[in-house]
């Protein structure tokens, strides 16, 4: 069965100090993979996206995510964390075959001290 | 553009009583998804559906949740005789064309059910 784990749930960093979130994923094919963001009190937003071609992505506001294909794992990186970047991260997968299900991890809480 | 918008935003329901869910997509999208999120976990995908046709419910309880999306107006979750394991954050998403390949979901602000 398809499934994603995130290895830190709950991350207390201070601002400037940079950021590794790591997501490991399960599946025999193809993937898609996205990294989506929830900022208190407000609805999921995606962050970035892999479907084919460079695996290091860059998204907004700074983050960038490697997808190791070896490794089954897309960690997202920040070099420098901003209090304002205080939010629950999920890592998600799509199968290319899929219908759209998106398999999600159990997310990460990522608290940044001013 | 509107985003995706899901109401209520908070729903209280007694056990026994019947809870729906109203989500309505983005202008332009006929593709649905609804994900369940239960206290210390992540989202669950739930069900997928395209105006007037269920595509995937796979994760789908088999027992009182059903959904549809109609021709006209939102796409409706629904739960009959509500337990107290189906207090959750329910998150609907919509995208333009089929969700899987280059198609981004876009996801609303999600029901909470709360259920006493």
């Known amino acids: 069965a398809q499934s994603v784990s995130q290895h830190n749930h709950h991350v207390i960093l201070s601002e400037a100090a940079s950021l590794e979130l790591g997501c490991n994923y399960s599946?025999?094919?193809?993937?898609?993979l996205f990294w989506y963001v929830q900022y208190p009190g407000q609805h999921l937003q995606l962050l970035l996206k892999?479907?084919?071609?460079?695996?290091l992505v860059k998204g907004i506001k700074g983050f960038e995510a490697e997808f190791i294909k070896s490794k089954f794992s897309f960690n997202l990186r920040k070099p420098s964390v901003q209090w304002s970047d205080t939010a629950e991260y999920f890592c998600?997968?799509?199968?290319?075959?899929?219908?759209?299900?998106?398999?999600f991890g159990q997310g990460t809480t990522l608290q940044v001290k001013p | 553009n509107a985003g995706v918008m899901q109401n209520p935003r908070h729903l209280v329901r007694r056990r026994g009583q019947e809870a729906r869910l109203r989500c309505s997509p983005m202008?332009?999208?006929?593709?649905v998804y609804w994900y369940r999120q239960l206290p210390e976990e992540g989202l669950k995908f739930m069900v997928y559906?395209?105006?007037?046709?269920?595509?995937?419910e796979s994760g789908m309880p088999k027992e009182r949740f059903s959904a549809e999306f109609p021709k006209e107006g939102p796409s409706i979750l629904r739960i009959q005789q509500v337990v107290r394991g189906d207090s959750a954050a329910y998150f609907c998403?919509?995208?333009?064309?089929?969700?899987?390949?280059?198609?981004?979901?876009?996801f609303g602000p999600g029901t909470r059910l709360t259920v006493t």
């Open positions: 998600a997968v799509m199968g290319s075959s899929n219908t759209g299900k998106l398999i």
């Open positions: 559906l395209q105006k007037e046709n269920i595509i995937d």
């Open positions: 202008k332009g999208h006929s593709h």
């Open positions: 892999y479907f084919s071609g460079d695996p």
């Open positions: 998403a919509s995208s333009p064309q089929a969700g899987g390949g280059y198609n981004e979901q876009y």
């Open positions: 599946y025999g094919g193809t993937v898609n």
